[in-house]
């Protein structure tokens, strides 16, 4: 069982920045792929990005690529999302994931994850 707990999220004018990290506990952080997704009012969660195990291989959809760095720390058992130049769409409740199967390329699909952390808010203002 891997508990995880995001953290960084705030009110940002458009055009900032925020990094969110996500704590995970258990020994076995690192073996797992990482993944972050967004779900804002009356939206389906959706895939932002995500990272193997050993940070060599990472995914963005395609409205954050270039914006979004998703990046891992397995010494510290965290994972983080570096976000710059924040749109007023990027606004949603960001969540943490992570998929316990041992795989070279990170998944994208929500079903294709087995834990959750319990989400940080992000609201970009205009």
């Known amino acids: 069982q891997v508990q995880l707990v995001e953290s960084g999220g705030g009110l940002v004018q458009a055009g900032g920045s925020l990094r969110l990290s996500c704590a995970a506990s258990?020994?076995?952080?690192?073996?797992?792929?990482m993944g972050w997704f967004r779900q804002a009012p009356g939206k389906e969660r959706e895939f932002v990005a995500a990272?193997?195990?050993?940070?060599?291989?990472?995914d963005y959809a395609g409205s954050v690529k270039g914006r979004f760095t998703i990046s891992r720390d397995n010494a510290k058992n965290t994972v983080y999302l570096q976000m710059n130049s924040l749109k007023p769409e990027d606004t949603a409740a960001y969540y943490c994931?992570?998929?316990?199967?041992?795989?070279?390329?990170?998944?994208?699909?929500?079903?294709?994850?087995?834990?959750w952390g319990q989400g940080t808010q992000v609201t970009v203002s205009s």
């Open positions: 990272i193997n195990w050993s940070g060599g291989t990472t």
């Open positions: 258990g020994r076995t952080f690192s073996s797992y792929a």
């Open positions: 994931a992570a998929d316990k199967h041992f795989i070279l390329t990170p998944r994208t699909g929500v079903n294709e994850y087995d834990y």
